[in-house]
């Protein structure tokens, strides 16, 4: 069954998989109405027809008014322990914000699909897997309509801002990408591919409720 994008809004819309994402949604002709909440107005996302920018600072100032009335909400929001610059910090944005929006379409008809982490285990001892585990819990507990979570590994691509540690890692995968099988589970995917996922999983997903593992990720057509 091949369900209709009518209208979707997406928040981390100016990272990598969410830029990428709003290109494919752009281009599909039954998605009539795009919003993207971003912090300042971006001039990339003026060239995608569709796309209406929201500007709101504080995205936890988003309320049922604004998010009502569409068809799928896509979150796309992440950041890192060093960009964000505490662990206060990161979990502000990687729970409290994702928590919020999600909370927003409880009791809608909005489907809500969510990039996570390979590593997301609320029991983790790693922090980033952690909080990323406590998130999918607490989406888990909301009376959603439908759910998809995306646990990628590593992204390929180019980012706005800098991430050493990604980038560095990045350049050593594609130095050894040949000798990568494409069936290895912890296989860096691009932000192509998770785009390209969400917009199959929101067009396709059946289930109330389902996880797109990275090998899902990379194997969806």
């Known amino acids: 069954m091949t369900k209709s ?3 979707a809004i997406v928040i981390g819309a100016t990272g990598l998989v969410g830029r990428e994402l709003l290109k494919q949604l752009n281009q599909i002709e039954s998605c009539e109405k795009i919003t993207a909440i ?3 107005e971006d001039a990339e996302l003026k060239s995608l027809k569709k796309v209406q920018q929201f500007i709101l ?3 936890l100032l988003l309320n049922d008014e604004d998010a009502n009335g569409y068809s799928h909400a896509f979150s796309c929001l992440g950041t890192t322990l060093k960009k964000a610059g505490s662990k206060q910090n990161f979990y502000n944005v990687d729970y409290e914000m994702n928590a919020h929006f999600a909370d927003l379409f409880e009791t809608t008809d909005t489907h809500y699909l969510l990039i996570s982490a390979m590593g997301a285990n609320a029991q983790s001892k790693i922090f980033y897997n952690k909080v990323k585990g406590e998130l999918e819990n607490h989406i888990h507990s909301l009376n959603l309509k439908y759910v998809s979570i995306l646990r990628p590994s590593l992204l390929l691509g180019e ?3 800098q991430r050493t540690l990604e ?3 990045q350049k050593l995968y594609q130095k050894f990408s040949h000798l990568v099988p494409n069936t290895f589970k912890y296989k860096p995917v691009t932000a192509e591919q998770v785009a390209h996922t969400m ?4 067009r396709t997903q059946t289930d109330k409720f389902e ?7 990379q194997t969806c057509k």
Not at 199 to 202: L, P, R
Not at 211 to 217: E, F, H, Q, V
């Open 5 to 7: 994008i009518k209208s």
């Open 38 to 40: 971003v912090r300042h």
């Open 57 to 59: 600072d504080d995205f």
């Open 159 to 161: 980012r706005q801002e």
């Open 167 to 169: 980038d560095m890692t």
């Open 199 to 202: 917009v199959d999983a929101a």
């Open 211 to 217: 996880i797109y593992d990275n090998l899902r990720i």
